[in-house]
């Protein structure tokens, strides 16, 4: 979910003005608590300020809808498609990304402005939109989804780098998960169809369906823990070579990791920074913000290691396995490349997934920063190996 | 003047309030045009948020007088030390300079809290400080007009990265200076008194006076201009390697330097960008924002040098030579050095300065966004020998 | 093939004393034309000097053969092992692989008596080793086949940054292959029996055999050529954002990629550095020296993509298909991720391919550098997708 | 020091072809116990080659002497002119720095051809130069010294970089200098003259000579001691941010010093790596192998200063002074500048000097790898601030 956005069939809804006026409005409600300065801010080169996705979401719907399909439709501001393209080389040239930060201008409040001015804009056509027109429409919703997500990741990194740790949402609690132990739950091999074939949207890496054979396999019931990742630390995981891979490794010397991202140790205990601020470490909550090297490793210490993605969403149709989404993103043992017989979408909104297939690794599942409704089992999410910022953790899975 | 503040007198002045108000007001006017997001940004590690530049210098007085010298001062947060505090190593750890403009809090707003609570607290002081603590109210101010300096140079680097080319100040006009040709000016060779002797504030770093030998010299009358740098670039003068010192062909060839900078082409006609904006370069205006690689290189190509800063110091008393202050600060010919006898103030405060005086070249003068008042002929500047982004020009000299 | 070096069963063979003086032998032949100079030399951390390479080989066999199996045994030099470990971890401290080149000690010579030392005490022992330690000499001894390319691409690029262009060996002839236009052959979909299975050596990543349900395809039936390339170029394949993963353009960017690498442009016409020097390029020869970015974009370029590893090696049955090794490795559309229920050997040996499954691309084949009779159709070569140094190249695929 | 060679009046000797054959001899002799291995090591970007080395002074008399001055000449290779300008810019483009390490030919062997080539021509023509030509081979000789000095640091360089510490030259000794204690030597003031004006060999550097005022000062009498340094580092020195410069101390944060380059310790015992192998430190031997951050700091810390340029070579004529030359260059408080009224010579060989004037700081003296003769009390080397692979160390002083 690097800035992407994709593509699919119609939302057949006939309360498309609803469902428009509904994903926008979230957007605002999630900056609403933020200043202007902190929605200007941008922490590293990965991350983009606030203010730039409810810039970049909205300029999303006059590229692609406006200005092809509503004639009579005026550019609120003919600079702002340079400065909040995100990467579609076919659209033209564009703001460098690490420099998106520089913009003060415009303001919070002109986005605000620009944001009112496409809202309005986009209710009056939608009536008269139809076919690829409003296929576009629900992928602009959708791509909106992954940036509210993504809004909150980046303020949420923005603010670990502040001493005063600001609280985004004031009472914001972790989500605890089921209270039962993990259990291995066995899966039967053989041919299994994956990928999108039952209608509804869906993101065209998810298609097309087709057959895996996979082994027999078992798949944990729950999602690895803070408690279980605060054994890992006590054994010593982060200084075992044997149990990481060699890249992975070369980025725990780098970069120094001794435990999850936003984990503070304060005196001998743990602290984590997230949404409602800077508290003691749940240890029943499920871990999050955790590299793919990490995952990988803690698996190898576990005795077990990470469910392929075409496993990960067999498992979703066996009972007894939760924490399916809502929790983290679960990291999987499957590189990104495209399913057999793949094709983008031609044009400019064809660049939307296919050319980051190479050198990322698949998550599945959703988290509870994702906006409900989004995911589905054959959602693909995916991040660099070394990445830590996302609400990313794991579910462990075993050979039989 | 790299984040520079330093030392002397006490300022014998009984209006201290007037003056304590004046400089403290201009901080604020200064940053009047400029919104909360403007505040906050920082565009490269070299350069501060304008909101940190108005906090550290409040941090300044509390920390070494209102803590120090007023028992009942309550501190406004005690959390702005560590913020706010930018390299004196002997008060204690810091926020890392490069994340400065991390903090979206504590607001613009807070800040401006901060100041005013600093303000009433020292006003209500001032009429009891004496002795050394009025010396270091007046270091206070002099470390404040410094800071003026890079708000202003530190903003429009940020604004420089935006591609609306923000407008700091409405209406802003380049100095043209004297209408005059440029002369060749002798001056006399000898024994001259160089450094502060004579009353009056002063950085450490003037002193001691003392005595320096000079040939005689001749010193060009004006400053170099526009027209006479697009004659260099015309001449291939970024391209010709005889020019330029070893280190300085380096940045050329790795930084691509082909223009000042904030200068920008636009279809063959040259444009800066100002404080007023991106306007039509005015060939007549002294030249600004170069390097002392190029100052030196463009030197060389006009068959002269820069001159020493004991020469440009000497040159003072000289009738015939104009815009000494007022326009850019002048590279001048030699390395930052301490002058003989110089002591550093002990403790925090003498950090100011003598820990800088390696790999810098001294600048003499003063700008056209130096407060008024602020500098003297004894006055020594410094930055890195491929810095740009303050107002740098060059004034020509020539051995007899 | 990182440095890589793997496992397996036995060798049946009798004649192991034939093999392993032929394999060893073969290793100082291709040294023998280089001067101590030449083998002493590191021109990037990802290569080693010939040097290195002749002496780690020959530390294999004393670290996993003589000192465990050997009792009477004694190391040749105690210092050696830190010098010539590669990465296996878990046998102690060694030297930073980015600075083997600075090894002018010992000397080539010195490394000359190093191996025929191991040799004769190998030769010795040989005759009563059994189980086990014979898998590990034949391990030792594919390991060793796998440092002769190492050996002959890492000096080739050493020699490419010589303006002189050394020979390595004269006379050396590009092999053309067949001269027959390129055909698209038509592969059946449905399960594929996958992985190494019967008998006779493999490494660890090949195992364990498993089905993969194919889609039908159909491929190449000879690689790509030169003159292929040259109308890639041609038609500005390396400016074309929308042929090119983003990681790919971001490498195209920095690295200023125009042609593959070892390719020269002498007043139009392109000349190749290969073992026989800077010779003009011959139009019908298979390209090489390509990244996997580069072979992917030309894919794009060609309406065709890479094969699947799985793809690949179900073809190799196909009769009609050209070319499947012998020439250039063939990079696949495939990651390097283990097979399922793959396990590592336990222990240091284990360290060889398992820990290396991550961000690198899987080739298939083998060149004209590696050694006869190393390679076979189950065979798993990889590199990380930016990696042109060795002998690589590419084979089209297509859906049916 | 920098590559760097210079210029000046005729050595008025007529016993040239002696003086040719000593210096070119002694190079040969530097090199002898190195093996063809070790004179092609490049171990850092500054650093070069022994064979490199020993081509570029031999190149220098081909391109400045026999091309010119003797129509007969043949070239010896004319690739060599590429290979083995230092970074004469004028005289054409050359093999970039960073990668004369990558020059495994020309051999050793056929660099020591060149060189007799060279020589010979040399020898038979010395007999017919006069003026500016006799000059440039007086000029070529001390370049050659100079590359004598660089041969020796550079190997010593590599060499710390091998496990296995080779040694230079067995049985070499640290020369432990004066058994008194150090004192201080009071200088008076006034005006003094600076600068070589006696005749007899000067790079240009050292010119014009010109008059300097100086207050009254006192020098240390002796060289600072390893045991001195000892004390420093038990009185935490590496550790008090207060004692340095701020890039002294960035240095010392990012480079992890803790001692000077080539100590190590051992069990708590400091051993030194020199021409001799890894040796226990001498406490009596004068220090070396420190960066000017380090010497300045190591004097604030003992309550003294470095002398600047001007004081050290005024105080050469003051009695009680030990140890002015032949133990390490001494650093000095002085950046370098060119002297009041210097200019470079025109052509090629002006680039000597001039164009490294520039974030560099001064050293005077020589030390036990300068050949014998060559430096004189107005001689002036200079080095970045933060490098330590040279023969460095440091004399203290004081205002009185």
Redesign the interface.
Known sequence: MDDVAHYQEPSGSADCHTRFRDVRGHTENLSATL???????Q?MPDASPVKWHRAHTTWFFEQFLLVPFVPAYQVFDS?FG??FNS?Y??VGAR?PRP?R????????AQVGDYRRHVDAAMQAALADLKGDALSIVELGLQHEQQHQELLWTDILH??S????Y?VILPGWQECLGSPQETRFVACPGG?RRIGHANGGFCFDNETPA??????GYAIGSRLVRNRDWQAFIQDKGYQT??L??????ASVQSAGWTAPLHWRNRDGAWWQFGPGGLLPLEPDAPVRHIS??EA?AFARWAGARLP?EAEWEAAAAIPGIDEYTGHVWQWT???Y?PY??YRPVPGAIG?YNG?????QMMLRGGSSATPGGHTRTTYRNFFH?DKRWQFTGLRLAR?I
Request: aromatic fraction near 14%.
């Open positions: 200043s202007d300065e902190d929605q200007c801010v922490s600079a340079f400065l990467y080389e076919a703001h420099f930060g520089l913009l003060t201008r415009p303001s919070a923005a603010f780098g502040n001493p005063l600001p041919l087709h057959q895996v054979h996979l082994n070579v044997s990481w891979m060699s890249d992975g490794w793919w090297y990988d392929t043992d499957s590189a490349r057999p017989g660049e050319k980051f297939m190479i050198n190996p050979d």
